[in-house]
């Protein structure tokens, strides 16, 4: 069976960062797109990022020049570098893998900004 497991979340003061961690456990052999999703109290689920397997990356607006997006493919993991996170960057994050016919979905981690 494929889980895919996020580690990474947890309390950061404004300006500071964080990484998240998603790795698929399980057989799994070739992941197209993977990206990270978040989600606040009160709002619909958002694309962050997202990085196809030949590296081109794209961003929303919100995050462009703070957090960076990277993948693994031999540990079938993807990264989310965040720096100078705000407030309104809390929100549950979930990773997401794509496989032609096939989608996955972590958990979700919590990210809490706040002094």
């Known amino acids: 069976q494929v889980q895919l497991v996020e580690s990474g979340g947890g309390l950061v003061q404004p300006g500071g960062s964080l990484t998240l961690s998603c790795t698929a456990s399980g057989s799994i052999f070739w992941i197209n797109t993977m990206g990270w999703y978040r989600q606040a109290p009160g709002k619909e689920r958002e694309l962050v990022a997202s990085?196809?397997?030949?590296?081109?990356?794209d961003y929303a607006d919100f995050v462009k020049g703070r957090f960076t997006i990277s993948r693994d493919n031999a540990k079938n993991t993807v990264y989310l570098q965040m720096n100078s996170l705000k407030p309104e960057d809390t929100a549950v994050y979930y990773c997401?893998?794509?496989?032609?016919?096939?989608?996955?979905w972590g958990q979700g981690t919590q990210v809490t900004v706040s002094s």
């Open positions: 997401h893998f794509h496989q032609t016919s096939q989608v996955y």
């Open positions: 990085i196809i397997r030949g590296g081109s990356r």
